[in-house]
């Protein structure tokens, strides 16, 4: 399985703060995915790169931003946390497109 | 728009027994499936995949039957064990898209 380190694990915060999750991978995967998960939505795509500086959206970006500077990190950033953001996230990773993708421990945020 | 449903919500299946997951899609262009199982507090792990030139594939307990014509697809677990109790998502993409699309999950419990 692909070293995939989240962080922080859990963290509660005020309304209209900005929030920034992080996804770390040791295995040199290519893909990355961040991912949120409610319940009777399952998991929604929110953003995901395909490269260093390359990422595209989701199906659930709007409030949401996103950058990878180096292959192993991918940022998750709530630009001002809003109480339908809390969630829990998953970041996830791929080799190759069309592969199944790992997923790291998940990150709950509760906004306030 | 839902593109991969998981009508079941949840089910039970005593142990030793067959459980069978279902799962529907919506769009034509997806031609690789994936089963991924999630316990609490946990990120979703890699169970079993498909491609859409397969309408089988196995793996120990595990298999994966595809109806492309229904677009419809199913994971058979067999015999059942406790450790099997889960969440189960289905997930799919089209070939040359990062993207996987989850279903909304079942929660499978095992009776002993």
């Known amino acids: 399985d692909a070293g995939i380190t989240q962080s922080p694990r859990h963290k509660v915060t005020e309304t209209g703060t900005p929030v920034t999750l992080r996804c770390h991978q040791t295995e040199n995967h290519r893909y990355m995915y961040w991912y949120r998960q409610d319940p009777g939505h399952g998991l929604r795509l929110i953003h995901y790169?395909?490269?260093?500086?390359?990422?595209d959206k989701g199906e659930v970006s709007d409030g949401y931003s996103v950058s990878r500077s180096k292959t192993e990190d991918f940022l998750l950033t709530l630009e001002s946390a809003t109480s339908s953001q809390t969630s829990v996230y998953f970041c996830?990773?791929?080799?190759?497109?069309?592969?199944?993708?790992?997923f790291g421990q998940g990150t709950r945020l509760t906004v306030v | 728009d839902q593109q991969v449903k998981q009508n079941s919500p949840s089910l039970s299946v005593q142990e030793g027994r067959i459980s069978i997951l279902n799962c529907d899609y919506t769009?034509?262009?997806?031609?690789?499936f994936l089963w991924y199982k999630k316990y609490p507090a946990e990120g979703p792990t890699f169970l079993i995949s498909?491609?859409?030139?397969?309408d089988k594939n196995e793996d120990g307990r595990f298999t994966v039957f595809l109806n492309k014509s229904a677009k419809h697809l199913s994971l058979h677990i067999v015999p059942s064990q406790p450790g099997d109790s889960a969440v189960y998502f289905c997930a799919a993409s089209v070939h040359g898209n990062e993207k996987l699309t989850f279903g909304t999950g079942t929660r499978l419990t095992i009776i002993p």
């Open positions: 996830a990773t791929a080799k190759e497109a069309n592969t199944e993708a790992f």
């Open positions: 769009n034509s262009m997806f031609d690789y």
């Open positions: 498909i491609s859409s030139i397969k």
């Open positions: 790169s395909y490269g260093v500086k390359d990422t």
